[in-house]
C-alpha cells in the first residue's frame, strides 16, 4: 500500500519520552530520529520553573511542535468504571477547576502558536435523552470558545465511546473547529468497537491520529492491554487504507503509554509506518 506523497513524517507525544525537561525531551526525540512532537501542555502550567523555555528550546533543537495536548483534574484511569466516573470535563466536583485550568491552557497554547490542542472530554452518554448528554454538549462548547478565541481548534480523543455516539455529539455541537483526535488502540482498550470502521463514521472530524496498538481485554469490563505497534490487534494496512479513503490530511502522532522501552518502542511505530506509508 502506497500513501500520497504529502503524508507528513510522524510526530511522537511528548509524555511518551517521560523527559524530566525540554532539553530532555529534545534530546530523547533525537534518538528516535523524529523532529515533530504532540506537546504535553500541563507541565508548562504546574511547574513553570522547569518548562517554561519548552517553545525555545525545541525550536532551537529543529522540533516541530504539531499540537498540544491537556489532561484534566482527578482522573483515575485505574478502572473502566474510575475513568467512566472521573474522566474530563464530565464530573460536576471538577468542572470549575478544570475551566480555569483549560483557560490557562488555551493561553499557553497560543503562546507556543498551536493550531491544535487535544484531550479527554470523558464518558459521553450514548442516549441523547439522558440529561448528561445536554450538559457535555453544553461544557465543550465552552471548552471550545475558550480555544476558538486564540485560533485553536480543539481535537476529541476516542476511547470511551462508540463511532456512532461521538458522530453524534459533533453533529449536535456543530462546530468546525471542534474534531477528533483518532487512536485506534483506545477503541480496542475499552472494548468499543473495530477502529477500521470507526474511521469510516468519524471520517469527516478526524483531524489528528495517534499511532498506537492494543490487545482485547479477555473478558468485558476490563482493560485491554497497550503493546508495541504492530504486535497487537490494529489492522495497521487496513486503518491507513480507511484513512486515505476519507482524505485524512493531518498530522500522525505515536504514542507509548506502557512499557519500559519507550523509544526503541517508537523507532518501531515509526518503521510500521513507514512501511506502510512507503
Same mark, same amino acid.
Given at each position: 500500500?502506497?500513501?500520497?506523497?504529502?503524508?507528513?513524517?510522524?510526530?511522537? %507525544?511528548?509524555?511518551?519520552?517521560?523527559?524530566? *525537561?525540554?532539553?530532555?525531551?529534545?534530546?530523547?526525540?533525537?534518538?528516535?530520529?523524529?523532529?515533530?512532537?504532540?506537546?504535553?501542555?500541563?507541565?508548562?502550567?504546574?511547574?513553570?520553573?522547569?518548562?517554561?523555555?519548552?517553545?525555545?528550546?525545541?525550536?532551537?533543537?529543529?522540533?516541530?511542535?504539531?499540537?498540544?495536548?491537556?489532561? %484534566?483534574?482527578?482522573?483515575?484511569?485505574?478502572?473502566?468504571?474510575?475513568?467512566?466516573?472521573?474522566?474530563?470535563?464530565?464530573?460536576?466536583?471538577?468542572?470549575?477547576? /478544570?475551566?480555569?485550568?483549560?483557560?490557562?491552557?488555551?493561553?499557553?497554547?497560543?503562546?507556543?502558536?498551536? =493550531?491544535?490542542?487535544?484531550?479527554?472530554? #470523558?464518558?459521553?452518554?450514548?442516549?441523547?435523552? *439522558?440529561? *448528561?448528554?445536554?450538559?457535555?454538549?453544553? !461544557?465543550?462548547?465552552?471548552? &471550545?470558545?475558550?480555544?476558538?478565541?486564540? /485560533?485553536?481548534?480543539?481535537?476529541?480523543?476516542?476511547?470511551?465511546?462508540?463511532?456512532?455516539?461521538?458522530?453524534?455529539?459533533?453533529?449536535?455541537?456543530?462546530?468546525?473547529?471542534?474534531?477528533? /483526535?483518532?487512536?485506534?488502540?483506545?477503541? +480496542?482498550?475499552? #472494548?468499543?468497537?473495530?477502529?477500521? $470502521?470507526?474511521? #469510516?463514521?468519524?471520517?469527516?472530524?478526524?483531524?489528528?491520529?495517534?499511532?498506537?496498538? &492494543?490487545? !482485547?481485554?479477555?473478558?468485558?469490563?476490563?482493560?485491554?492491554?497497550?503493546? !508495541?505497534?504492530?504486535?497487537?490487534?490494529?489492522?495497521?494496512? =487496513?486503518?491507513?487504507?480507511?484513512?486515505?479513503?476519507?482524505?485524512?490530511?493531518?498530522?500522525?502522532? +505515536?504514542?507509548?503509554?506502557?512499557?519500559? !522501552?519507550?523509544?526503541?518502542? +517508537?523507532?518501531?511505530?515509526? $518503521?510500521?509506518?513507514?512501511?506502510? /506509508?512507503?
Amino acid at each position: 500500500m502506497h500513501a500520497s506523497p504529502s503524508l507528513k513524517p510522524p510526530a511522537v %507525544c511528548s509524555w511518551s519520552l517521560q523527559a524530566r *525537561d525540554p532539553r530532555d525531551l529534545a534530546a530523547k526525540l533525537r534518538l528516535t530520529g523524529i523532529t515533530r512532537v504532540q506537546l504535553a501542555l500541563d507541565p508548562l502550567r504546574e511547574t513553570p520553573s522547569i518548562w517554561r523555555d519548552a517553545g525555545e528550546v525545541l525550536r532551537q533543537h529543529g522540533v516541530e511542535m504539531v499540537s498540544g495536548m491537556f489532561g %484534566c483534574v482527578g482522573e483515575d484511569y485505574a478502572t473502566l468504571e474510575s475513568i467512566r466516573r472521573t474522566g474530563g470535563i464530565a464530573p460536576d466536583a471538577t468542572w470549575e477547576k /478544570n475551566l480555569e485550568n483549560i483557560r490557562a491552557t488555551a493561553r499557553l497554547a497560543a503562546r507556543m502558536e498551536l =493550531g491544535l490542542v487535544t484531550f479527554h472530554a #470523558g464518558f459521553l452518554p450514548h442516549d441523547e435523552a *439522558d440529561p *448528561d448528554f445536554a450538559k457535555m454538549l453544553g !461544557r465543550l462548547a465552552v471548552v &471550545a470558545s475558550v480555544f476558538a478565541e486564540k /485560533n485553536i481548534a480543539l481535537g476529541l480523543e476516542t476511547g470511551q465511546e462508540t463511532a456512532p455516539s461521538l458522530a453524534v455529539l459533533l453533529q449536535k455541537l456543530g462546530r468546525t473547529d471542534v474534531g477528533v /483526535n483518532f487512536d485506534p488502540a483506545n477503541m +480496542i482498550l475499552y #472494548g468499543r468497537g473495530d477502529p477500521v $470502521e470507526a474511521v #469510516g463514521t468519524l471520517g469527516p472530524w478526524i483531524r489528528q491520529v495517534h499511532l498506537k496498538d &492494543a490487545t !482485547r481485554a479477555a473478558s468485558p469490563g476490563a482493560w485491554g492491554e497497550e503493546v !508495541r505497534v504492530g504486535t497487537g490487534q490494529v489492522d495497521w494496512p =487496513g486503518f491507513f487504507r480507511a484513512l486515505q479513503e476519507v482524505h485524512f490530511s493531518g498530522n500522525f502522532v +505515536i504514542e507509548r503509554e506502557a512499557g519500559t !522501552r519507550r523509544i526503541a518502542d +517508537i523507532c518501531a511505530a515509526r $518503521e510500521v509506518f513507514e512501511r506502510l /506509508n512507503g
